[in-house]
């Protein structure tokens, strides 16, 4: 209860000064909450904004699929077998290191504007920190539990499945929250640099008629966005490890 009443109290107090300096500001650099408020309200009732969420949704979901996927399948190789961390992680490190905006040219010669080449640029972005944090869960399980596994008789399948899978998950999951934030930065480059559409593309349309009202409703709500795909994977983490759970009860 004191936490909450801290944070309610916190937050009126922002959105009180927000409200007084707003009203006495240029209205091109900053407008009070009010306002915003009215900004958001205007471009819901219209439906531009349901139609941008949408198409940022879907856009997002697949790309952090097909980059998810593969993410986590090289890291687990990688982690396990050293012929495979030879042959591949000098190019993770290289593309990891490289700034992923400069690919956006060849994202558009490659796949074009459109929504392959939107959904493989926000791939691009997610699949490294998985990969990597996957590659280190795998290399931080314990020795003696592959040991055992293996005096045992265990096969290689039946050790990725009962030893190593379990161990790693919470790295995965780790990097799954990383690479939602990582989803969204790409994903907002993708739609401001190919094609205008979903939030990206109305940021850029609004912010070149300068309506700073507008575009500082898009950002909050961009803000609500990304907190509400985090928390499906917090949701997620629940679901696949419930003995985490119950152990942090």
């Given at each position: 209860m004191r936490k909450t009443i801290s944070r309610l109290t916190t937050f009126i107090f922002i959105l009180a000064l927000a409200e007084y300096f707003g009203h006495r500001a240029d209205p091109i650099i900053f407008v009070p909450p009010s306002q915003i408020l009215i900004a958001f309200w205007g471009i819901l009732t219209t439906g531009v904004l349901i139609k941008a969420l949408v198409?940022?949704?879907?856009?997002?979901?697949?790309?952090?699929?097909?980059?998810?996927?593969?993410?986590?399948?090289?890291?687990?190789?990688?982690?396990?077998y050293t012929m495979v961390d030879r042959i591949f992680s000098p190019y993770v490190s290289a593309?990891?290191?490289?700034p992923l905006v400069a690919l956006v040219p060849l994202v558009i010669i490659w796949f074009g504007i459109g929504l392959t080449g939107k959904i493989l640029y926000?791939?691009?972005?997610?699949?490294?920190p998985i990969l990597i944090n996957?590659?280190?869960?795998?290399?931080?399980?314990?020795?003696?539990?592959?040991?055992?596994?293996?005096?045992?008789?265990?096969?290689?399948?039946k050790i990725f499945l009962h030893i190593i899978w379990p161990y790693t998950i919470p790295y995965i999951i780790s990097s799954l929250r990383l690479a939602i934030g990582r989803g969204i930065v790409g994903l907002i480059v993708a739609e401001m640099s190919l094609r205008l559409t979903?939030?990206?593309?109305?940021?850029?349309?609004?912010?070149a008629s300068l309506s700073t009202d507008v575009v500082l409703s898009l950002l909050l709500i961009l803000m609500c966005f990304a907190a509400g795909f985090t928390e499906l994977v917090k949701i997620l983490d629940r679901v696949i490890t419930p003995w985490r759970n119950n152990l942090e009860d």
């Open positions: 198409s940022s949704t879907v856009t997002l979901l697949i790309g952090f699929i097909v980059g998810a996927v593969p993410g986590i399948a090289l890291g687990l190789l990688i982690g396990r593309l990891y290191a490289t926000v791939a691009l972005w997610v699949i490294f996957t590659s280190m869960g795998v290399r931080q399980v314990d020795s003696q539990l592959l040991e055992v596994g293996k005096s045992f008789g265990a096969t290689e399948s979903g939030l990206g593309g109305l940021l850029m349309v609004y912010s």
